[in-house]
């Protein structure tokens, strides 16, 4: 039996854009959607996308994220929310009323980053849901077609689902090869001295981390409807994109505000107490980990101490997590959250750096190296040899790939480019090919 | 101004992908199955009970960094007191952090399926058959099989044909119309009938085939360790199931020895320990004393397996070779399994194995496999009874 209605629901919501507006928050309108809880992992299986195109791995997420709710290992998280405009929220049926409120003004911190956060310009929150939707239609259309069928859609979308991180983390658009190397040629032509020893011959005209683009534009033997679900891919890693690259800080903006807003409610007695057990929950340590609720949370937190909101106003419109850590996160900070780092030696795991005086730094740079896009390996396209050889590089920072997982990434790549592929990396130390 | 809406829609949005995802893994339980036939927690238990098998996850690769040295994790330990090369987790155990949701980490993933042992064999087992059956004189034993046969109205609900049902009620619905007691006013009132239901009615078809008695021959003897007896037991293990699960009313004689033999009942035969010397050939003459008393092979189909470390006492080495043979002469298959036998053993005791002196009996009905770690189990059950393609 729920505590509420969505009368009750329609009337917090004006007070909390009430509030919400005095502080200066500017987000866009919210659509909540109330759902039980086996829709909400279903929800949860496709991003919070109300449509998106199926696959099978949705179909595991979903039965992971039930297996362990059953199993009580996780609860659901309390929110989940997509960033479009008007912005689409889920409310799970079974919440009390005190946390439907906690999680409407977590939403509205979120829609606020959404909408102003620079490493969202170029999402498009204002036509996601019909993009999304259209690329359903499109792989639909595909797996019904009887030349095509389920079986080839799935192999294109296994070969492209692997490589959907290898993308621009900046999400710079793609410009096509063909089309820089009538630009080169060009300025060969004019006597460009800086190009004047370029062969506009070989691919591709420059270093590319844009895998999935480049084989959607290079590869000889792709069919149409294969190079459209190479790029439905490649879409959508794009949108999402500046999701990883602002985890901390996305979580710790909406923590943040969650907070205050609730603060300045005027709640009822009864609700605070379950309201702080839940917001102490939520952002809580979690022990040998980083859990970006907490750290988002405390570093806005001091941002506010050290250098007053407005500062965190700033650092929400123009930081991602990489540079959010960098220029914010303080010695003292490394201190008080007792940051470590540790690596497996052997058979353990061994704590390697502490946060003291000689180690903070070394901790710090550790820590920003496994934010963001800094986690996923920086693969990138070197050369195109002739009998469509295809080299790419990995550019070794330190930390070795996984070779079981890369071999079988590379032999995804083979699958999509119709060629051998090459990749060096550095293993132990010492050069490596697959 | 936010909008609230109630989203009172019952469709299951992830029930195909969900579908598909099941069928990789169903295809993955029965690709890689035999992993875990040899399990523990397998052996030894009936075959209504439902166990917990772990089946690898389908993995979505993507380039990611590998657990070593030189990655370094960071995580948070507040009001904790850590040092430096203090340890904090063992692998395997699982590091302090859990996989990244980002699926940037690699993690491996596992699903517990729930599964009888009777449908484990059913997957096990698929290809499988005791090799040189015969027909022999009586027919007591049957092997079983189902088939679709036409449609009845009786049955229990999972068997109901929907499509039958509704192309009854259709044609009950034109009759009706053609006798005009149809009122297309009144379509609701038009409800399924009870003679409506159809069911697929399965019948059972018992098809017999020649008797067979199978024989368990295990050595007990003292140089069978533990783990030389786990791994013939998992074997029997599984051949006890595979042939309960495909032949009926087959015989069964356990025997156990170590310098004697005696005929012991299953339980025993898959729990007792002894310790002693080893005679073999007290083992292979005790399975013909029983074969020479109750099972003729005129009448009989008879499959003989033997479990053994290969140690024998030299002077017994002439008369179980004897044994043997007559025994594979009455055998439709005689299967000799050497459980860790040691590379170069014999040559230093100026002993022979017994997989040594029973080579030269090797043909079509006499198999030797060896066995020296679970995943042999598999390989020497794939060896006895896979075709005989090898």
Redesign the interface.
């Known amino acids: 039996m729920s505590d509420w209605s969505i009368k009750d629901l329609e009337e917090w919501d004006d007070r909390i854009i009430e509030l919400a507006k005095t502080h200066d928050l500017d987000w866009f309108p919210i659509s909540y959607e109330i759902c039980d809880y086996y829709a909400m992992i279903g929800n949860m299986a496709y991003h919070g996308m109300p449509l998106h195109y199926r696959h099978w791995s949705y179909g595991k997420s979903f039965e992971r994220t039930h297996q362990m709710y059953n199993l009580g290992a996780e609860g659901l998280p309390y929110e989940l929310i997509i960033n479009s405009d008007p912005s689409i929220a889920y409310l799970m049926r079974e919440n009390p009323f005190y946390l439907q409120l906690l999680i409407m003004c977590h939403c509205v911190g979120h829609s606020d980053f959404f909408k102003n956060n620079l490493t969202f310009a170029k999402t498009r929150p204002e036509n996601v849901i019909q993009r999304f939707k259209n690329a359903k239609k499109r792989i639909d259309s595909y797996i019904e077609d009887p030349s095509i069928g389920i079986e080839k859609v799935e192999r294109v979308l296994d070969c492209a689902h692997a490589l959907s991180m290898n993308i621009s983390p900046s999400c710079k658009d793609y410009v096509p090869h063909q089309s820089r190397r009538k630009d080169l040629i060009k300025r060969i032509k004019s006597g460009d001295a800086s190009v004047k020893d370029r062969n506009p011959d070989i691919f591709p005209i420059e270093d590319e981390i844009d895998i999935l683009a480049f084989v959607g534009e290079m590869a000889l033997n792709l069919e149409d409807w294969e190079r459209d679900i190479i790029e439905i891919v490649r879409q959508e890693s794009m949108y999402f994109m500046p999701q990883i690259r602002t985890k901390i800080m996305n979580e710790g903006w909406a923590s943040f505000w969650h907070y205050r807003l609730m603060h300045n409610l005027d709640l009822p007695q009864k609700y605070h107490i379950p309201f702080l057990k839940s917001h102490n929950q939520v952002v809580r340590p979690h022990l040998g980990r980083i859990n970006p609720y907490h750290l988002g949370f405390y570093l806005f937190n001091k941002i506010e101490e050290r250098y007053g909101l407005e500062e965190c106003f700033i650092a929400r419109e123009v930081c991602h997590d990489e540079s959010f850590l960098r220029q914010y996160l303080t010695k003292e900070d490394c201190y008080e959250l007792n940051l470590f780092s540790y690596s497996l030696y052997k058979r353990d795991y061994v704590i390697n750096e502490v946060s003291d005086d000689d180690g903070w730094k070394e901790v710090k740079s550790s820590l920003i190296k496994q934010v963001g896009s800094n986690s996923i390996p920086k693969i990138i396209i070197k050369e195109l040899k002739p009998n469509n050889v295809l080299r790419i590089h990995h550019e070794h920072d330190g930390r070795d790939l996984e070779l079981g997982y890369a071999e079988k990434v590379v032999d995804y790549i083979t699958t999509l480019w119709g060629g051998v592929v090459r990749l060096d990396t550095v293993i132990e130390h010492e050069p490596f090919e697959i | 101004?936010?909008?609230?809406?109630?989203?009172k829609?019952v469709s299951?949005?992830?029930g195909?992908?969900?579908?598909?995802?099941?069928e990789?893994i169903d295809k993955a339980i029965k690709e890689g199955i035999h992993d875990i036939v040899a399990d523990e927690s397998i052996i030894g238990q009936d075959g209504k009970k439902k166990i917990k098998i772990p089946v690898k996850?389908?993995?979505?690769?993507?380039?990611?960094?590998?657990?070593?040295?030189?990655?370094?994790?960071?995580?948070?330990?507040?009001?904790?007191d850590?040092?430096?090369?203090?340890?904090?987790?063992?692998?395997?155990k699982g590091?302090?952090?859990?996989p990244?949701k980002?699926?940037?980490?690699?993690g491996e993933?596992y699903?517990e399926v729930e599964i009888t042992l009777d449908e484990l064999s059913a997957y096990l087992f698929d290809h499988f058959k005791l090799p040189n059956m015969e027909k022999k004189k009586f027919k007591n034993i049957s092997s079983k099989s189902f088939k679709r046969s036409g449609y009845r109205n009786e049955g229990i609900r999972p068997r109901l044909d929907k499509k039958e049902t509704i192309k009854k009620k259709i044609k009950r619905k034109k009759k009706a119309i053609k006798n005009s007691t149809y009122d297309p006013e009144n379509e609701e009132r038009f409800g399924f009938h009870h003679d409506d239901l159809r069911y697929r009615f399965i019948k059972e078809k018992k098809k017999p085939t020649s008797n067979a008695a199978i024989f368990f021959i295990m050595d007990v003897s003292g140089s069978m360790t533990k783990q030389k007896k786990f791994l013939a037991r998992s074997f029997f293990f599984l051949l006890y199931h595979f042939i309960r699960s495909k032949y009926e009313n087959t015989e069964h004689c356990f025997i156990s020895h170590d310098t004697s033999a005696a005929e012991v009942n299953e339980d025993d035969f898959f729990a007792k320990g002894s310790t002693g010397g080893t005679l073999v050939s007290t083992g292979l003459d005790k399975c013909l004393d029983v074969i020479d008393t109750r099972y003729h092979p005129d009448t009989w189909n008879i499959y003989t397996f033997q479990c053994s470390d290969g140690d024998n006492w030299p002077e017994d080495n002439d008369g179980a070779v004897k044994s043997a043979r007559r025994l594979a002469s009455l055998s439709q298959f005689f299967g000799y399994c050497e459980i860790e036998p040691r590379e170069g053993r014999g040559a230093w005791l100026q002993m022979s194995t017994l997989s040594e002196i029973f080579g030269p009996l090797v043909k079509d009905n006499f198999k030797i496999a060896e066995i020296r770690n679970k995943d042999d189990v598999w390989l020497a059950f794939q060896r006895f009874f896979g075709g005989f393609n090898e």
């Not at chain 2, 195909?16 to 099941?22: F, G, P, T």
């Not at chain 2, 980002?102 to 690699?106: F, L, R, T």
């Open positions: 101004m936010s909008t609230f809406k109630e989203n829609n299951d949005r992830s195909s992908d969900r579908q598909r995802h099941k990789k996850g389908i993995k979505e690769y993507r380039f990611v960094y590998g657990d070593n040295e030189n990655k370094k994790n960071v995580g948070s330990a507040e009001g904790q850590i040092h430096r090369g203090q340890k904090v987790g063992q692998r395997g590091s302090p952090a859990k990244n980002a699926g940037n980490e690699k993933e699903y």
